[in-house]
């Protein structure tokens, strides 16, 4: 991302380079009946919910995402494996969470998670470090509401279409769900918005530039 370069440039005291931005990209499939599916299979009790998939370790703030939900009686399920040497991190997650209004399930394959995606109303990842997030990308190509972390190389992929929250201030990430959670579906086309600019075409052009800037060639 344009800030890490930044950033790397300035510490080390690198003279100026030519170098390209290549974005990550997504996929966009239909997922026609794999949300009655995904229902079914893992009894989600929730018509509407807060979803949070990603691997169970502390630098995904679930923890956070828990206390801040806390007393609102919004739902959130977690999708994702327990990260290695993260046991007593999930432990205590499940020993903060209101089995009523949390819901823990393990990874799901693509086709399942994209049914997940499909149900929520919205997706969070308060974490302490993204870039940017794959599972953002790909909830918010699927009509999620976004709340992200406010770091900075999360802003420069998602600009307006996301809330975005301090993970430290569990009354930041609050609010920033609550907006996400009052306002309509996807009210900020964000799908429109991930599909426009974050495809694998676009970072295979992308991609095929940088070569062509490195090597002197002609991009065309």
Same mark, same amino acid.
């Given at each position: ?18 170098? &390209? +931005?290549?974005?990550?990209?997504? @996929?966009? &499939? ?8 995904? &229902? ?18 502390? &630098? %995904? ?19 994702? =494996? ?15 969470? =209101?089995?009523?209004? +949390? ?8 086709? %399942? ?14 974490? !302490? ?8 990308? $790909? ?16 802003? $420069? ?23 996400? !959670? ?13 599909? $426009?600019?974050?495809? @694998? ?20």
């Amino acid at each position: 991302d344009k800030a890490v370069m930044k950033v790397l440039f300035n510490a080390r005291r690198l003279p100026t380079v030519q170098y &390209r +931005v290549v974005l990550e990209a997504d @996929w966009a &499939r239909d997922a026609a009946g794999i949300l009655r599916a995904v &229902r079914r299979e893992f009894r989600v009790p929730f018509e509407r919910f807060v979803l949070c998939a990603a691997i169970i370790a502390d &630098r %995904k703030n679930q923890m956070g995402l828990i206390r801040a939900l806390r007393g609102t009686g919004i739902p959130v399920v977690f999708v994702g =494996d327990v990260a290695p040497g993260q046991e007593g991190y999930h432990r205590q997650c499940c020993r903060e969470s =209101d089995p009523s209004s +949390v819901l823990f399930l393990p990874r799901l394959p693509q086709s %399942k998670l994209t049914g997940a995606y499909r149900a929520a109303h919205l997706h969070a990842l308060p974490s !302490w470090i993204e870039t940017p997030g794959l599972a953002s990308l $790909e909830a918010g190509l699927l009509g999620c509401n976004l709340v992200l972390t406010e770091q900075e190389t999360v802003q $420069e992929y998602f600009q307006d279409k996301a809330d975005y929250c301090r993970p430290r201030n569990l009354i930041s990430i609050r609010n920033a769900l609550s907006r996400a !959670w009052n306002s309509p579906r996807n009210h900020r086309r964000v799908d429109a918005f991930i599909r $426009e600019r974050y495809t @694998w075409g676009r970072a295979a052009l992308e991609t095929r530039s940088a070569y062509c800037l490195l090597l002197g060639r002609s991009d065309s």
